[in-house]
C-alpha cells in the first residue's frame, strides 16, 4: 500500500515542475510517447520509450534529459516490484545530475532520491530508507513537498519502532494545507500517539482523516484509513476490525493493488477463523500473482534495456561469440518464467483439501524445479563457460532436456525407469563436468561396491547435496582444486568434500546454495558435519546408511 500511495503523492506534487523541465531540454520525440504510455498506465511500452530517449540524450550530450529519463524508468521499476533495478537504475540518474545549484536538477535528485527510499522501505531497509528521505528532504524547495518528506520518513520509523522520534517529524508535516498531505499527516500522528500512549483516544483524529479523504476521493489515503481503524479495533472489537479490513479489501480491488489486497486478507485470515480455509486460499492467489508479476517484470525491464538489434546483428555476421551465450542465458530466463506460469495454471486447477496440503504441495514441487531445472540450467552454463569451442547444438539438446524435464514437473509426471543411469558413473560425470582451467576436480574411491543397496530414492537425494556443494564453489570458493572421496565402512557410506578455497568465516550457516543441504541428509537419516575451521578451504563429511 505505502509504496503506491508514496508514488501517487510524489507525482502529484513534482509533475508541474516536471513538464515545465522537460520543456527545457531539447525535444524528444522518444521521451514524449514514454509519457503517453506512462499515462496510459502502458509500463512497460513507456519504459522502452524512455530507455531510447536515454540513449537519444547521450548522443546529443544532454546529461539532466538522460538523468530524467533513467529517473522514470527506475519509478516504473518501483511500480512493478523490481525494487533492486530500480535503486540501480536511480544511482546511475545520480551520476548525470552534476549541477546541484540548477533547480530542475535539484528537483530531479528530491524525486530520485524518495524513488531509492521507497524501494528501499518495501524491502525493509528501513535504515537506508531513512537516510535517504532525508537527503531527498535537502533538495526539495517548497513547503508541501517538505511535509510530504516529513511524511515519508515519519512512515519509516514508526516501522522501526522509533515512535517520539516519528512525532516530531509529524509535528511538521500536520501543518500542511494541502487536503491530502494534511489528511495522510493526521492519520499518522493519531497512530503514533496511541503507539507512544495506549490510554490515548486517536479515533476523532482517525475519522476526521477518514472524512477528509472521502470528500477529496482520495481512494488512496481511505485504503490507508481503513487499514489504520482496522489495527486499532483489532485488540479492542474484533468485529469492527473485521468491518474495516473488508472496506479495506474492497478499497483495494477497486484500485486495483494487489499488495493492499494481501495485506487486507491477512488481516481478515485472523479476524474472521470461521473462513479461515477460504480465506487463506483467497490470499495464496493474490500472493502467486504478485510474485509471478514482479519475476516477469524485472525479466521484461531487463531484456528492454538490452540491445536487442545489436544482438541480432553480431549473431548473424559471427563477430562476437560472447552475445552468442548472452541469447543461451536469455532464453535460459524466458524458460524459467515459462516453467513458472505453467507451473502456476496447474496450481490453480487443482482442488485444494486444506491448508497442511496446499503449503506441501508448494514445497515440493518448488524443491523439484529447484533441483532439476535451476541446478540443472547452472549446470548447462557451467559447462558453456568452460568450453572453448562453443557448441550452440549441443547445448540446445541438454536445454531441450532440462526444458522436457520442467514440463514433466508442471504435470507432475514421475520420473522414467530409463533415465536412470548406473549410480557410480552419474556421479563422477557430474564431477568431471565442473572442471575448468581454473579448477581441477577429483574423484577418489567412487567404485561400484559404494552404491550395493542403496535406494533410488537415496541416491538421488545424494546426487542433490554433491551438486550443491559443486554449485556452491563455483560461485563463491575460488577454489583451485576439489576432491570428493567415497568410503563404505560397514553399513554406512562416508563421504568427504574439500577444497582448497577461501573457506566459509565464522559460524557456519545455511544459505544460498546450500540452503536444503542439511534437510536433505536428514531426509535419508545421515549426517553431515561442516569443517570451517581449517586455515584454508572447506571440509564437509557426510554420511548416511547403506540400506
Request: glycine residues 4%; charged residues 25%; proline residues 1%.
Amino acid at each position: 500500500m505505502k509504496i503506491f500511495l508514496f508514488l501517487f503523492l510524489l507525482i502529484a506534487l513534482f509533475s508541474c515542475r516536471r513538464e515545465k523541465s522537460i520543456e527545457n531540454s531539447h525535444h524528444n520525440f522518444y521521451y514524449q510517447k514514454a509519457k503517453n504510455f506512462r499515462d496510459n498506465n502502458k509500463s512497460d511500452s513507456a519504459f522502452y520509450y524512455y530507455n531510447l530517449a536515454k540513449s537519444d540524450y547521450i548522443t546529443t550530450n544532454d546529461s539532466l534529459g538522460v538523468a530524467k529519463s533513467l529517473v522514470n524508468m527506475a519509478m516504473l521499476q518501483t511500480t512493478s516490484g523490481d525494487f533492486y533495478g530500480s535503486i540501480e537504475s536511480s544511482l546511475e540518474a545520480n551520476s548525470f545530475l552534476r549541477n546541484e545549484k540548477d533547480s530542475t536538477t535539484r528537483s530531479t535528485l528530491a524525486i530520485n532520491y524518495n524513488n531509492m527510499a521507497m524501494a528501499s522501505n518495501f524491502l525493509k531497509e528501513y535504515e537506508n530508507a531513512f537516510k535517504l528521505f532525508k537527503t531527498a528532504l535537502k533538495y526539495v524547495g517548497d513547503n508541501e513537498g517538505q511535509y510530504l518528506c516529513y511524511n515519508n520518513i515519519s512512515d519509516v520509523l514508526i516501522s522501526q519502532k522509533k515512535i517520539k522520534l516519528a512525532k516530531k517529524y509529524l509535528q511538521k508535516a500536520i501543518l500542511s494545507k494541502d487536503s491530502i498531505n494534511y489528511s495522510r499527516a493526521l492519520n499518522n500522528f493519531a497512530k503514533a500517539k496511541y503507539l507512544d500512549d495506549n490510554n490515548y483516544n486517536p479515533l476523532p483524529e482517525l475519522y476526521k482523516a477518514l472524512k477528509i479523504r472521502e470528500n477529496q476521493q482520495d481512494n488512496w489515503g481511505q485504503n490507508s484509513s481503513y487499514a489504520t481503524l482496522s489495527d486499532y479495533f483489532k485488540e479492542k472489537d474484533e468485529l469492527k476490525a473485521l468491518f474495516y479490513a473488508e472496506r479495506m479489501l474492497q478499497a483495494a480491488t477497486n484500485n486495483k493493488s494487489s499488495d493492499d489486497k494481501k495485506e487486507a486478507l491477512l488481516r481478515i485470515i485472523y479476524l474472521d477463523p470461521n473462513n479461515y480455509l477460504k480465506n487463506f486460499q483467497k490470499f495464496n492467489l493474490v500472493n502467486d500473482s504478485i510474485q509471478t508479476a514482479r519475476s516477469k517484470a524485472k525479466n521484461q525491464f531487463a531484456f528492454i534495456r538490452f540491445d536487442v538489434e545489436k544482438m541480432k546483428t553480431d549473431i548473424a555476421e559471427g563477430r562476437n561469440q560472447l552475445l552468442i551465450k548472452n541469447v543461451v542465458v536469455g532464453g535460459l530466463v524466458i524458460m524459467i518464467i515459462i516453467i513458472i506460469i505453467l507451473y502456476r495454471r496447474r496450481q490453480a486447477r487443482l482442488k485444494q483439501e486444506n491448508e497442511l496440503k496446499l503449503k506441501n504441495d508448494q514445497l515440493r514441487i518448488s524443491k523439484k524445479v529447484h533441483d532439476v531445472v535451476a541446478n540443472g540450467i547452472y549446470q548447462v552454463m557451467t559447462k558453456i563457460e568452460n568450453q572453448e569451442d562453443f557448441d550452440k547444438e549441443h547445448a540446445l539438446d541438454e536445454l531441450e532436456f532440462v526444458y522436457e524435464k520442467s514440463r514433466d514437473i508442471s504435470y507432475e509426471k514421475p520420473d522414467h525407469e530409463n533415465d536412470k543411469k548406473d549410480f557410480k558413473e552419474k556421479l563422477s560425470n557430474l564431477i568431471a563436468s565442473f572442471k575448468n582451467e581454473n579448477t581441477e576436480t577429483y574423484t577418489v574411491g567412487n567404485d561400484a561396491e559404494i552404491w550395493a543397496g542403496i535406494s533410488q530414492s537415496s541416491f538421488d537425494e545424494v546426487y542433490q547435496v554433491v551438486r550443491e556443494l559443486l554449485v556452491n564453489m563455483k560461485k563463491h570458493s575460488q577454489a583451485s582444486r576439489v576432491i570428493f572421496k567415497f568410503e563404505r565402512i560397514e553399513n554406512s557410506v562416508k563421504i568427504q568434500y574439500t577444497d582448497n578455497g577461501i573457506g566459509v568465516p565464522g559460524e557456519m550457516t545455511y544459505k544460498n546454495g546450500l540452503t536444503n543441504t542439511g534437510t536433505r541428509i536428514a531426509a535419508i537419516d545421515g549426517a553431515i558435519i561442516f569443517d570451517n575451521k581449517s586455515e584454508q578451504g572447506l571440509k564437509i563429511t557426510i554420511s548416511f546408511p547403506a540400506s
